[in-house]
Structure formats: C-alpha cells, structure tokens
C-alpha cells in the first residue's frame, strides 16, 4: 500500500503541480488547435507555397521527438536574446508539437467533406475562407472528434516533458518530493492519480461528445 503521509504532507506542492499542469495543457489544447487548424488549411491550399509550408511543418515536427521541440525554445532562443521561463518553453513547444498531429486529424476530416459541398457554397457567393469556415470545417471537426480526443489526452501526458525543465508541473514537484523523502514508488502513484484525475474526465466527456455527434 502506499503511504499516504507522503500526498497529505506534501499537498500544496502536489496541488501546485496539478494546477500548473491543467494551465500548460488547456493552453497548449488551444494553441495546437488554432494552428492545427491553420496548418491543416495549409496542406489543402491550392497555393503551392502554403502546402509546401503545410507539409514540411507536419512532416518535420512528427517526426522528432517532443523533447527535442522543447529544447530549441529552452536553450536556442536565448542565444537570440530570448529567455523564457521553463514553463512557457514546456508549453510552446507542446503546442507546436501536437498541432502537427491535430493538422492531420483536421485535414483527413475536411477530404472527407464530399466535394460538392464545397463547390455548392463558393457557387452560392461565398468566398474560400467562408467556405472552410462555415461549411467544411464544421463538418469535419465532427468527423474527426475521435482522434482529436486522444490527441488531447496525449497532449495532457506529454505535459510532463516541463518537468525536465523546471516547468514546475506535476513530474518536477514529484521529481523534488522523490528526492527529499526517497519514497520513489509512493511518490510517482500520487503524482500518476493525478494525471488520471485530468485524462479520465476527458476520455469520458469525448466520449459522451462523440455519441451525442453521432445520434446528430
């Protein structure tokens, strides 16, 4: 059994983590979201220079790890003259490497969008960007709910790449408490219910959303 004198004794340091860790992950959700969806837009332009964009970006950034993300804005912006906090360096570069994963869940979603529907609304007088957003976006936001709910949940996971540096979220509190009481095992199953604190409530609401979408 764990020893639960190890999360009563350190409750406000746990709580500091837990609530660092929800602020890192609802911003990076909707900043990954936001770009996602611009990237995504990218890969289906017909403008040649903004799918090359498109591409490369999603093609580079899936395939490298999140850390390695991280550590460019960590240790590479300083030598521009930018210092960041490891918090804010945590979350932008989980921000930037999520979008990548949401623009293909997005983009798979608007080629599923029958073509004529597209071509019924730029008939009707609607433009390009009106057309992807009151048209084909909705549509295939709906269709791609699935994936984008796991990729949310991950994005809360891989929150714990701050913890390498000093992002203050629930893996660096637990790193600290593990060292100052040598309590690895009890420490780190703490610090695992809380994660699953945030991710259940997620998987269950995605869930409860995807079957409401499809009774729709």
């Known amino acids: ?8 004794d350190y409750i406000d ?4 983590g837990f609530v660092n860790t929800i602020w890192a992950s609802v911003i990076a959700l909707i900043g990954s979201f936001v770009l ?11 403008v040649k220079p903004l799918r090359w964009i ?22 590479g912006l300083p030598s521009l003259g930018i210092t960041l906090s490891g ?12 979008a990548a994963f949401i623009a293909e869940a997005i983009r798979a979603g608007i080629m599923s969008v029958p073509l004529g529907q597209s071509e019924a609304a730029r008939s009707s007088g609607l433009t390009y960007g009106q057309t992807m957003w009151h048209v084909v976006l909705p549509q295939a936001i709906k269709i791609v709910i699935p994936p984008l709910s796991n990729q949310f949940i991950n ?5 714990s790449v701050l913890g390498v540096f000093a992002g203050f979220d629930l893996m660096y509190f637990g790193d600290q408490i593990a ?21 259940l409530p997620l998987s269950y609401g995605a869930l409860r959303l995807e079957r409401k979408l499809a009774r729709g």
């Open 1 to 8: 059994m764990p020893d639960f004198s190890i999360f009563t």
């Open 13 to 16: 340091i746990y709580m500091e």
């Open 36 to 46: 996602g969806t611009v990237i995504a837009i990218f890969r289906i332009s017909s």
């Open 54 to 75: 498109g591409t490369a970006y999603v093609e580079f950034i899936r395939n490298i790890p999140l850390l390695l993300v991280v550590f460019v804005f960590f240790y």
């Open 87 to 98: 918090f804010v360096c945590g979350t932008l570069g989980l921000t930037v490497y999520t």
């Open 155 to 159: 994005l809360v996971k891989n929150s």
């Open 179 to 199: 060292s100052e009481t040598y309590a690895t095992f009890d420490t780190y199953i703490f610090v695992a219910v809380l994660y699953l604190i945030i991710t």
